[in-house]
């Protein structure tokens, strides 16, 4: 791992041999591919996501590296955090988000009104924070690709800075080049115009208009993929057409209004007409508040689960619906346009016992649809002429799982009066009881049990309801599934994790204080015997750790690759949870199986204070890693300034080498860290110390043309005639590496 030469000193540069071998192919487009990949030494999951040089050329390589360093400082909650780039493949190293895009998403999931202004708010705080920088950094390529989502189904805007008008040599070029790329829906009619201005913020306001337009229906515009080509959209935009608000459902809340107000100012025809980010960003947080996260504040209780969370809580949209009946006009009396007008008088007038077992998209009964039009009374009706009440759609769903995923309680019981099938899972083995679990319908919950749903059903994935209602923190559910249940202690298949673990992860202590209560082991492991306690530790969340640690929790067990809770404490720098955890017993200075401590991680991440309370528990800063490195080695390699005045500061010693004979002065002079040499010359490290090629701090300095770090070195004792194993002195190497002004430097003083 490397930094870049010149101004981009701290920006890192990975190569091939710095991550694991098994790299997943997570996507695959036109330009290049995004792996999974595991860095070695982070032990952290990111994402590389390469380009094809063929068609991208070198000249994107370059631009990459100079957009990500931009960013690799400006860190925010809604921008992927970028880490560096990678040679080979060339490739930029990034946040892995675990749940991939926006647009994936919205193919494949309904989502709650909240969840849908949620989103929006999260896109335009990113775009304002992008937009703030001075100059603003354009993103120019804003869509739902290039929108990802994270454990939590929380935003982050990647990709930004990629496109170039500059490079693109003229419009035609630089439409050209964003059409190549999908984006025909995202672009500004001004850029079709014969105008040759450089497109400004309000091109990206124009995107975000269209992004929201795709959160709100959750279809593609302009019919994409159907029949529009590129010419017949670019008129329509040209023209002043937009996407249809028509196609926006009709369950919206009031609010939504406001939102479409905002929408259509964004994709004015006039870009000076559009709000920058600044001010939109005020509204949206203001209907994000209003609206609630939890639910509708039109008391509207219709509306789908909020699929929140990981892929286990991912639930597919319902593919019966009444907002697009499918074509009835090959039938005798169009039974379905009746019911989708909710005309219910005529609609049992006009039924039929041939009705009833018909199968309409996606094999679809009338019983289906009955469901989902809410009306009681016509599905009795429909049940009356013999429908199956067991009946199941192409993705498995039977009316049941659809009367549950809209809380029509009346229609549940119901159905289940009619010997509907409790136990009857969808495609992924979902059942009735694991929709109402996920979706805090504690009085459908409570028929499902008393009609004889198991309370410790798995779906394929092994899930139960209770790993469900834990995740969303739906403590009334919990507490009536743990009535029912003998055992809360079941694993899920794909890591092995109990509830307790669940909760750890996201932070509910009143039902990680449940679980106990009903005698989960605080120390029960997953495949990976991670604990409950890691994950508390990990994630930060103090106050259940700190329940663990009461309830009887190992603040020193090991996971497969020997972390202890605070190895994942430090490395997080969740300086509370190490005080707790080092208060109760657990060993400052263990080490994983490549030999590192909780100091070398906190070093490493640059948390200081963690650094300062390990330390004070007699953590040792001189203990080697793998490698030899020690703590203060790898802060100075990764240009933790900070954590390196600390540590000096509590007697770290800056003479120890790696087994390379590398000293912290070598590593801080390669790096070009100029505070930090002064930090370690104030506290007497050797400015002549050799490594194994015999190289002192001055050659590294001369060799990358740091000439206030070679004054500091000279003016302490530096020696300018050490040659090292090929008999350069530090003069000689200047002069190979063309570094005139420190030749100059070395030959004057």
Not at 471 to 481: D, K, S
């Given at each position: 791992?490397?930094?870049?030469?010149?101004?981009?000193?701290?920006?890192?540069?990975?190569?091939?041999?710095?991550?694991?071998?098994?790299?997943?192919?997570?996507?695959?487009?036109?330009?290049?591919?995004?792996?999974?990949?595991?860095?070695?030494?982070?032990?952290?999951?990111?994402?590389?996501?390469?380009?094809?040089?063929?068609?991208?050329?070198?000249?994107?390589?370059?631009?990459?590296?100079?957009?990500?360093?931009?960013?690799?400082?400006?860190?925010?909650?809604?921008?992927?955090?970028?880490?560096?780039?990678?040679?080979?493949?060339?490739?930029?190293?990034?946040?892995?988000?675990?749940?991939?895009?926006?647009?994936?998403?919205?193919?494949?999931?309904?989502?709650?009104?909240?969840?849908?202004?949620?989103?929006?708010?999260?896109?335009?705080?990113?775009?304002?924070?992008?937009?703030?920088?001075?100059?603003?950094?354009?993103?120019?390529?804003?869509?739902?690709?290039?929108?990802?989502?994270?454990?939590?189904?929380?935003?982050?805007?990647?990709?930004?800075?990629?496109?170039?008008?500059?490079?693109?040599?003229?419009?035609?070029?630089?439409?050209?080049?964003?059409?190549?790329?999908?984006?025909?829906?995202?672009?500004?009619?001004?850029?079709?115009?014969?105008?040759?201005?450089?497109?400004?913020?309000?091109?990206?306001?124009?995107?975000?208009?269209?992004?929201?337009?795709?959160?709100?229906?959750?279809?593609?515009?302009?019919?994409?993929?159907?029949?529009?080509?590129?010419?017949?959209?670019?008129?329509?935009?040209?023209?002043?057409?937009?996407?249809?608000?028509?196609?926006?459902?009709?369950?919206?809340?009031?609010?939504?209004?406001?939102?479409?107000?905002?929408?259509?100012?964004?994709?004015?025809?006039?870009?000076?007409?559009?709000?920058?980010?600044?001010?939109?960003?005020?509204?949206?947080?203001?209907?994000?508040?209003?609206?609630?996260?939890?639910?509708?504040?039109?008391?509207?209780?219709?509306?789908?689960?909020?699929?929140?969370?990981?892929?286990?809580?991912?639930?597919?949209?319902?593919?019966?619906?009444?907002?697009?009946?499918?074509?009835?006009?090959?039938?005798?009396?169009?039974?379905?346009?009746?019911?989708?007008?909710?005309?219910?008088?005529?609609?049992?007038?006009?039924?039929?016992?041939?009705?009833?077992?018909?199968?309409?998209?996606?094999?679809?009964?009338?019983?289906?649809?009955?469901?989902?039009?809410?009306?009681?009374?016509?599905?009795?009706?429909?049940?009356?002429?013999?429908?199956?009440?067991?009946?199941?759609?192409?993705?498995?769903?039977?009316?049941?799982?659809?009367?549950?995923?809209?809380?029509?309680?009346?229609?549940?019981?119901?159905?289940?009066?009619?010997?509907?099938?409790?136990?009857?899972?969808?495609?992924?083995?979902?059942?009735?009881?694991?929709?109402?679990?996920?979706?805090?319908?504690?009085?459908?919950?409570?028929?499902?049990?008393?009609?004889?749903?198991?309370?410790?059903?798995?779906?394929?994935?092994?899930?139960?309801?209770?790993?469900?209602?834990?995740?969303?923190?739906?403590?009334?559910?919990?507490?009536?599934?743990?009535?029912?249940?003998?055992?809360?202690?079941?694993?899920?298949?794909?890591?092995?994790?109990?509830?307790?673990?669940?909760?750890?992860?996201?932070?509910?202590?009143?039902?990680?204080?449940?679980?106990?209560?009903?005698?989960?082991?605080?120390?029960?492991?997953?495949?990976?015997?991670?604990?409950?306690?890691?994950?508390?530790?990990?994630?930060?969340?103090?106050?259940?750790?700190?329940?663990?640690?009461?309830?009887?929790?190992?603040?020193?067990?090991?996971?497969?690759?020997?972390?202890?809770?605070?190895?994942?404490?430090?490395?997080?720098?969740?300086?509370?949870?190490?005080?707790?955890?080092?208060?109760?017993?657990?060993?400052?200075?263990?080490?994983t199986l490549q030999g590192w401590t909780p100091m070398h991680l906190a070093a490493l991440k640059g948390h200081a204070t963690t650094v300062l309370e390990l330390e004070a528990h007699q953590g040792s800063m001189d203990l080697p890693g793998k490698g030899g490195w020690t703590p203060l080695h790898l802060a100075c390699h990764h240009g933790q300034e900070e954590v390196v005045s600390k540590m000096l500061s509590a007697k770290a010693n800056p003479d120890m080498a790696e087994d390379s004979g590398w000293t912290a002065l070598h590593l801080a002079c390669n790096g070009g860290l100029f505070p930090s040499v002064l930090q370690l010359i104030s506290h007497r490290a050797n400015v002549n110390a050799l490594n194994k090629s015999q190289a002192t701090p001055l050659h590294l300095a001369a060799q990358n043309g740091s000439v206030p770090i070679i004054k500091a070195l000279l003016m302490n004792g530096a020696e300018r005639s050490s040659k090292d194993s090929t008999g350069c002195t530090a003069l000689s190497l200047a002069r190979k590496c063309q570094k005139e002004e420190v030749v100059q430097l070395l030959e004057d003083s």
């Amino acid at each position: 791992m490397d930094h870049v030469e010149g101004g981009l000193e701290k920006f890192r540069i990975f190569r091939k041999e710095d991550f694991e071998a098994d790299w997943i192919k997570v996507t695959e487009r036109s330009l290049g591919q995004v792996y999974r990949v595991k860095l070695k030494l982070w032990r952290e999951k990111c994402a590389l996501k390469s380009f094809n040089t063929t068609l991208t050329g070198t000249s994107l390589y370059r631009r990459m590296i100079e957009e990500a360093s931009k960013m690799e400082k400006a860190t925010f909650k809604y921008i992927v955090s970028i880490y560096g780039v990678c040679n080979d493949p060339p490739s930029m190293v990034m946040e892995y988000m675990s749940n991939g895009s926006l647009d994936r998403l919205l193919n494949s999931h309904m989502l709650m009104w909240p969840k849908k202004f949620q989103m929006i708010h999260e896109v335009t705080m990113g775009m304002n924070f992008l937009h703030s920088m001075n100059p603003p950094l354009l993103h120019l390529n804003l869509k739902p690709s290039n929108i990802l989502l994270d454990d939590h189904l929380h935003i982050k805007i990647s990709d930004f800075g990629l496109i170039k008008w500059e490079e693109a040599g003229n419009k035609k070029e630089f439409i050209e080049n964003l059409t190549a790329r999908g984006n025909i829906f995202y672009i500004p009619p001004e850029t079709f115009t014969l105008c040759p201005e450089h497109p400004g913020t309000k091109f990206d306001v124009y995107s975000f208009s269209i992004v929201m337009w795709e959160i709100l229906t959750q279809k593609r515009p302009y019919q994409a993929g159907k029949r529009s080509s590129t010419t017949t959209v670019l008129m329509k935009v040209a023209s002043g057409r937009r996407p249809g608000l028509e196609k926006i459902p009709d369950d919206k809340p009031q609010e939504c209004e406001q939102m479409i107000t905002i929408m259509q100012r964004c994709w004015d025809q006039d870009p000076r007409e559009r709000p920058d980010f600044s001010d939109t960003v005020r509204k949206t947080e203001a209907l994000s508040d209003i609206l609630g996260i939890g639910g509708c504040s039109n008391g509207d209780k219709t509306h789908k689960p909020d699929y929140t969370m990981l892929s286990p809580t991912f639930r597919r949209k319902s593919t019966c619906s009444l907002a697009n009946p499918p074509d009835m006009s090959n039938t005798s009396d169009g039974i379905l346009n009746i019911l989708s007008r909710k005309d219910f008088e005529n609609f049992r007038q006009a039924l039929r016992k041939e009705h009833v077992s018909m199968l309409f998209k996606d094999n679809n009964t009338l019983l289906h649809y009955t469901v989902v039009s809410g009306d009681t009374e016509s599905v009795k009706h429909v049940l009356s002429l013999g429908a199956e009440v067991n009946s199941q759609s192409i993705r498995g769903y039977t009316p049941l799982i659809v009367a549950v995923l809209h809380k029509f309680h009346e229609i549940c019981s119901l159905l289940m009066e009619h010997k509907a099938d409790v136990t009857l899972g969808d495609g992924d083995q979902w059942t009735p009881l694991h929709f109402a679990a996920q979706s805090d319908d504690s009085r459908v919950v409570r028929l499902l049990l008393d009609s004889g749903a198991l309370p410790s059903v798995k779906e394929k994935a092994g899930w139960t309801p209770l790993h469900l209602a834990t995740q969303n923190g739906h403590e009334n559910i919990v507490r009536l599934l743990l009535t029912r249940l003998e055992s809360a202690d079941e694993h899920e298949e794909v890591h092995g994790r109990t509830a307790l673990h669940v909760a750890s992860v996201y932070g509910h202590l009143a039902i990680a204080k449940l679980l106990l209560s009903k005698g989960v082991d605080p120390n029960g492991t997953d495949h990976s015997l991670t604990t409950a306690l890691h994950l508390a530790a990990e994630e930060g969340h103090n106050r259940v750790a700190r329940q663990l640690v009461t309830a009887g929790a190992d603040v020193n067990s090991l996971d497969s690759r020997h972390y202890t809770p605070l190895h994942f404490a430090a490395l997080k720098g969740h300086t509370g949870i190490c005080r707790l955890l080092l208060g109760n017993g657990a060993n400052p200075d263990p080490r994983t199986l490549q030999g590192w401590t909780p100091m070398h991680l906190a070093a490493l991440k640059g948390h200081a204070t963690t650094v300062l309370e390990l330390e004070a528990h007699q953590g040792s800063m001189d203990l080697p890693g793998k490698g030899g490195w020690t703590p203060l080695h790898l802060a100075c390699h990764h240009g933790q300034e900070e954590v390196v005045s600390k540590m000096l500061s509590a007697k770290a010693n800056p003479d120890m080498a790696e087994d390379s004979g590398w000293t912290a002065l070598h590593l801080a002079c390669n790096g070009g860290l100029f505070p930090s040499v002064l930090q370690l010359i104030s506290h007497r490290a050797n400015v002549n110390a050799l490594n194994k090629s015999q190289a002192t701090p001055l050659h590294l300095a001369a060799q990358n043309g740091s000439v206030p770090i070679i004054k500091a070195l000279l003016m302490n004792g530096a020696e300018r005639s050490s040659k090292d194993s090929t008999g350069c002195t530090a003069l000689s190497l200047a002069r190979k590496c063309q570094k005139e002004e420190v030749v100059q430097l070395l030959e004057d003083s």
